[in-house]
């Protein structure tokens, strides 16, 4: 009993911060509130069963996600926090308030009593075995429906490709540093975090295999550690992409694509891993995988295309 | 069916390829392409003319090209198309010898002799459709080939008249397709069948009248019945040998040979004139008549009175063929040749004119017969043609709608004749009496020599064209003759009075 | 009220939210917010579908999932450098109000003062 | 199956990696190997039917499954046709900018691969996915142009794509709630036409018409469009946004069985969007806000295949896909050439432009042709194939709508090319062009008048497999 009271508890909250987030006019409330349901979305996963998401929501959802809201929000609003804009907002929001209200019930109407069927779910947990690794969700993220993930992580190649044609080579980088670099705290933080966060995404890219974990979240959180030397300027990011960079970038994408083409050469289908060496073969692309989501979501969040040791 | 025999394709694909090279040729190049629009032209006369010997000995030319399923490109040489073609296709012929002589100074040559081709060859398309489908194709690619060579000036006036140009016949290709797609939808064939293939769907008869005047409406834009007619003055704008191929070859002829395939090969003469839509196609080609003599005799401009009389002139043939009966269709389909043949010389004339004494208004013609002897000679052997003085070809189309309405028994055709007759002789006549009878004023250039060979040939060449084939009638290979044949397929129980 | 049935109703009240905060505000940075919230919503509908029997879950939605965040955010990084830009470049915190200002730009040329 | 898919993929990272002048024969190698996936795959198409590739070797509900059959391979062919003679466009139209080439060539070759992925999945969920790869290639391409115009378009078109694709995903959720499955076939089979279900496909229904720009959700396309380079307006207006229709077209009629009103309430939405774009694009000053709009109208007609639904119409409206196809992008390309000649794209200064740049101008005038619908070019035949079906279907109210429409496009194209006629002797003489400026948009809009030729043969393909499986 306690166990519906707990969800329906969660639920309502997360509601009522979702609520919240979009309806604040002050900007820094809103963001923080979005920092905080993104938390508590963690919370859901777990109650759901779902370590992995919850795993990478944490990495990235709520915390990559929020960075970035952040340095956008000092952006665009010029770092106070009793900021108002005065933007006014569409004139007619009380008729998309009734619309969206009318979309809620027909969603709650459709979606009452819902039995999805389970046998998808029974095939996957039975041919797990095949599939070269235990982890049911690394299996079909990267064996089952291999080709899904390989052209999400073009998206994420994309995106940052996005970010380098908006910012142009010599956009302004760097944003205005408000906490003083060489303070002792900082350094002492940041001798401390940047290992355990490598020795983080390394357990999770090993583990991946049969225990929740995999590429995705390693990689973000490498990145983690990547902003936090960001933000203490130990990597400062650069206008120019350097070949090594470009290859960082790439290189996640390459080794996919090669893996996925190698059995064709054998007259195999694509993405369809010889028999022995799927393990190793699956290891190998998300090694790589979490090399590259990891240098792509640092320099996204720098804006810029490369980075050098050592400060400013 | 017979092999598909490349005839047809070749006729209409020549004049495609010299205009093609022609569009890629750099301005400078003039005699190359002199050269290559010639020997294009003859090129093209030559195969009409091989198709014309075969279809008189029964044999048939056709060529078919699955565009979709259950709807193809079909050109066939049958006997219309071997009365049109051959006329478009001589008359290019001349037409570009003229127009070469004239084009001389003007810019753009490139561009101008390469749309003339792609003209010519959509008026071969046209004339050797072999399904209402392959008419429309062509036909609208008609309106698009002639566009440039109205506006060739590039005046803000002639691209005022190529807008409205535009809204007439893009509007009436709209119309067309409206009907064109009711019949596909009601019969579920649009093949030309000699006598018609809409006569066992007359249950449909409203929706049939219908389409009828859809059809017969979108063709008369480009035949210029009256109120669609409001283009053709207005594009005397352009330059002379556009006019001349233009309205009294291509264009107008497209037109009103539409409306003869609607009425004979789509709806077939018995099956319409049953649905008695020809009664008013004959009211309405009448009206136009009258209507385009009258407002000729109001024009001072030269070129826009030979407009108007090309609005009048066009209707006979809208007139005998709305007469339901042999003989009258015989005067109407004759028509065809004969009024392009007359009237393109009088074009030709009214170019010289233009051209080398600078004269377009009538007021400004007194005695130009002193200075440009064989000009104006050749221009008072079309004029009588027009009128339809004896000898001339003209008298032979009025000679035989007159019997026709008779025979049909609608004597009041008669009297639309005997007006326009008189109308037309009171609107060329005093032209003539001013060409050679009155003394010319002393304002024009004193040593008058003739027009340039490349001006003068063509016209005497129509003129002498216009005189012969009123004299010969009877003789084969004629237009006369050929219409007789025509007339005995389309008409099946085939009881013709003697030539 | 199973889990299902429970998260479902947030995940459906999470979306309209969503929804109408993207359509309803002008200011780019609530646009994106908003976004997220729409598509975290989707997601929690999606992983709420796999739990059906507490002992086995379906991974497919996981899998549909994962996809999707790291697709969402992707593209929100890429949305706040496309604001970030409009900023830097016009001063503009949103799409329609500032063409109004960026046309007062225009035609007066005057040199607008910095906004922050 | 895979080659067109795998061949830009593999190619993106290397664009990256290699000088700029290292990438003309991967043009090349990109452009042939698509041509040649597309034709063998049509043969096999034509030889054994539909044809199934199971991903990864699991099959369907496992795994993912691509899908080519007629339906498919007509945006394939299209893609296969529009983006080689773009490639080599952009090659010289970008040629000044080293870095705007960095960012250019990755994301050129990713659009590449979205186009071709997105029509062979047969897993909505991996549809989704795909519709993010086109969206994010599409959108840095937008802002590549620079200025403030760009960028403005380029946000507005990345928050109505979100909202289009996260729609989108709902939907997939709910059909995923309803069977359990993600593959089309075995939705199609376990397809239950409930509440659940219809739900499902309206959201899915709404999500594409944001991403195709449809009527009401095509507030984006006109800001985007006008303002992205040359090359990249001619590959979203006549490519991406047809991936939308493709796939409403897939889900509408070979996934679910919706209810007959649904197809009028899309017919009457294709109207409103045609009589709306060709007005707008009257009023439009500038050459790309007219083409842009032209877009907006022309999807109206797809959108006509809805409500008619039979072979006929089908084949009318794909057959109309392929001929907008060609011709918008080479009306796009001609616009470039005059910008980058004249400096702007005012049509009221367009005076002796006809002399400046005939081939570009004969290539206006040609793709004009195909835009109004008129004979020769395959945009006329599947006019006269939808018209034919509104015969059959005996809802003749769209026949005013495709031949109005016809008139509308001739309207404002025609007032375009009369420009060209507009002489002056002091206009100077032709303007020197890199080839492939010249030539590209003259060869496109001539390959859509030929098309309108060859079709027969791509009608038959669509006959395999085909829900209305009687002949058109």
Known sequence: MTATLFDALLALLLVWLGWRTVVSTNLFNAVVLFVIFGLLMVLCWARLGAPDVALAEAAIGAGLTAALLLEAYRDLTGNDPHHVHDVEDSPLRWPLAALCGLLFLGLVATGWQLAPPTELGETVHARVAESGVENPVTAVLLNFRGYDTLLEVAVLMLALLGVWATNGPHATLGSRQTLDPDSALIDAMVRLLVPMAALVCSYLLWAGAHAPGGAFQAGAVLAGAGVLLHLAERLQPLGTASTSSRALVTVGLFVFVAVACYPLVYGGRLLAYPDGQTKALIFLVEAALTVSIAHSLTLMFSGGRAFQRGRR | ?499 | MSQLTLYGLAAAALFALGLYGLLAYAHLLRKILAVNVMGNAVFLFLVALGRTDPQQTNPVPHAMVLTGIVITVSATAFALALARRLHREVGAVDLDAQSRRGEALDSTQTEESGKS | MVGPIVTPLLVAPLCLLLPRRGLYPLHLTVSLTGLLAVVALMRAVALEGPLRYAMGGWGAPLGIDLLADGLSLMPLLLTALVMPPLTLYAHDYLDEDGDKQLNFWPLWYLLWCGLNASVLTADIFNVYVTLEVLTLAAVPLVVLSGGVEALRGAIRYLLFALLGSLTYLLGVALLFAAHGTLDMAGLAVRWAGDRLDAVGLALIVVGLLAKGAIFPLHIWLPPAHSAAPAPVSAALSALVVKVAFYLLARLWFWVAEPAAGAGLLLGGLGATAVFYGSLQALRQGRLKLIIAYSTVAQLGYLLLLFPLASGAALTGSLLQMIGHGLAKASLFLAAGNVIHVLGHDRVRDFAGVGRLLPTTWMAVGLSAISLTGLPPSVAFLGKWRLLEASFQQAQWWWVVVLVGGGLLAAAYLFRVLACAFVDDPAYPEVHRLPWSLTWMPLALAALGLLMGLFSAPLEALLLPGSPFAEAP
């Open chain 2, 1 to 499: 069916m017979t092999s598909n025999s490349l005839l047809p394709l070749a006729a209409v694909l020549i004049p495609v390829v010299t205009g093609s090279v022609v569009f890629f040729l750099d301005e400078g190049r003039r005699g190359l392409r002199t050269v290559l629009n010639l020997s294009g032209a003859a090129l093209s006369l030559l195969v009409v003319m091989v198709m014309l010997v075969g279809v008189f000995q029964e044999q048939a030319y056709a060529f078919r090209w699955p565009l979709l399923a259950g709807l193809e490109l079909y050109l066939e040489a049958d006997a219309f198309a071997m009365l049109f073609s051959p006329l478009s296709s001589g008359l290019w012929l001349v037409t570009t010898v003229y127009a070469v002589g004239y084009m001389e100074h003007y810019r753009n040559r490139r561009r101008f002799f390469g749309f003339f081709s792609l003209c010519v060859a959509t008026t071969m398309g046209v004339a050797l459709a072999g399904n209402l489908l392959t008419f429309f194709i062509f036909y609208e690619l008609l309106t698009l080939s002639t566009y440039p060579l109205v506006v060739h000036r590039g005046d803000a006036r002639s691209l005022a008249v190529g807008t409205l140009y535009l809204r007439y016949t893009v509007g009436a290709g709209a119309v067309l397709l409206v009907g064109l797609i009711w019949i596909h939808g009601l019969t579920g064939t649009v093949e030309f069948t000699e006598g018609g293939f809409l006569a066992p769907f007359h249950e449909h008869d409203t929706s049939l009248r219908i389409i009828f005047f859809l059809l017969v409406g979108g063709f008369g834009v480009k035949a210029a019945l009256v109120p669609l007619h409001g283009w053709l003055p207005m594009a005397m704008v352009a330059p002379a040998p556009v006019s001349a191929l233009l309205h009294a070859v291509a264009v107008v002829k497209a037109g009103a040979f539409g409306i003869v395939r609607v009425v004979y090969d789509v709806f077939g003469v018995t099956f319409a004139h049953g649905l008695g839509v020809t009664g008013v196609l004959a009211v309405w080609a009448a009206v136009t008549i009258l209507y385009g003599s009258l407002r000729a005799l109001a024009q001072d401009d030269l070129k826009r009175r030979l407009a108007y009389s090309t609005v009048s002139q066009v209707s006979y043939i809208a007139l005998g063929v709305a007469i339901a009966g042999p003989v009258a269709t015989l005067g109407g389909v004759v028509h065809l040749v004969h009024q392009g043949v007359t009237k393109i010389t009088l074009f030709f004339c009214a170019g010289n004119l233009a051209e080398t004494l600078h004269i377009h208004k009538i007021s400004e013609m007194d005695g130009v017969g002193r200075r440009l002897p064989l000009t104006m000679s050749a221009f008072t052997l079309g004029a009588l043609g027009m009128i339809g003085i004896p000898p001339m070809a003209g008298f032979i189309t009025k000679w035989y709608l007159g019997l026709g309405s008779l025979e049909a028994g609608q004597p009041w055709v008669i009297l639309v004749l005997l007006a326009s007759t008189l109308l037309n002789a009171a609107y060329f006549l005093p032209v003539l009496h001013r060409v050679w009878f009155r003394p010319p004023p002393h304002t024009l250039p004193t040593p008058a020599r003739e027009a340039p060979l490349f001006l003068l040939l063509p016209p005497l060449i129509t003129g002498l064209l216009a005189l012969l084939t009123g004299l010969f009638a009877a003789a084969p290979f004629t237009p006369l003759e050929w219409s007789v044949l025509i007339t005995e397929r389309e008409y099946p129980h085939g009881y013709l009075p003697g030539p």
